[in-house]
């Protein structure tokens, strides 16, 4: 079966870090391009950050730039997003998502919270 499992959401406080991870099976992982999402409450959701199937490219919204890095292990079919210097804005479920053409995958989410 296909899934996709993200993890390492918390609570933090204004100027810390935190790893999120995603864990990827059922599928031919490396052929995917993984890009992390968020969402809040009443909003749409947004795009953070994307990596192509290799790990070559990679792109971030302005609002993270500097501040997230997004990486995968092939091998290990996992997808990362390292978040640091995290503000309040930064509170949303965070959301994996792998993609292959017209094929999407999407994890459940992980929570993070940034106190102000």
Known sequence: QVHLVESGGGSVQSGESLRLSCAASGFT???FV????????????ELVAGI?????NTNYADSVKGRF???RDNAENMAYLQMNNL?????????CNAYLYATYY????????VAP
């Open 29 to 31: 992982f490396s052929s």
């Open 34 to 45: 993984v890009r992390w999402f968020r969402q809040v409450p009443g909003k749409e959701r």
């Open 52 to 56: 192509s199937g290799g790990g070559t």
């Open 69 to 71: 890095t997004i990486s």
């Open 87 to 95: 503000g309040p804005e930064d509170t949303a479920v965070y959301y």
């Open 106 to 113: 999407w994890g459940q989410g992980t929570q993070v919270t």
